[in-house]
């Protein structure tokens, strides 16, 4: 085989292995770093996922499951740009989701708020107060 046949091929393979990778990529989803912690009375949700508009995320709280779930869709900037030739990619893109349990009795949905800013969304969930059941005391064999 000749060194040119032998070149075309190796950048053929090169070209297959790298339309693999995309293609793979274009399908699965990504999870953006979270970080959770807990205050006196609230839970705080922060995810980093810069380079999204309003409507580009859905958050959504499940009671059922105690579960937080944030997807998403973080569009490419090089979408627009026509046929690129990439050099370097280490920035996810498509579609991300996250699910965060919550082991912690939470107040209503409706009490929740969520801020995106500088490609942060942060989520604060209040925590359900205690709730107290006074007790009656009976006296001696079960009379009051």
């Known amino acids: 085989m000749s060194d040119r046949l032998l070149y075309g091929q190796i950048r053929m393979d090169r070209i297959q292995l790298l339309q693999q990778r995309f293609a793979a990529m274009d399908g ?7 970080d959770v912690y807990e205050t006196e009375d609230s839970i705080v949700v ?42 370097q990619i280490e920035i996810p893109y498509g579609v991300f989701a996250v699910d965060v349990p919550m082991p912690w009795p939470l107040q209503e949905a409706e009490s929740a708020t969520a801020e995106y800013n500088d490609g942060f969304l942060v989520i604060t969930l209040q925590k359900a107060q205690p709730r107290h059941v006074p007790v009656r005391v009976i006296g001696e064999g079960g009379r009051t």
């Open 28 to 34: 699965a989803r990504f999870r953006p770093p979270t």
């Open 46 to 87: 922060i995810i980093e996922v810069a380079g999204l508009q309003e409507g580009q995320f859905e958050i959504s709280l499940s009671d059922a499951d105690r579960l937080l779930t944030v997807v998403g869709r973080r569009q490419s900037h090089s979408a627009d740009a026509g046929r690129v030739t990439f050099h």
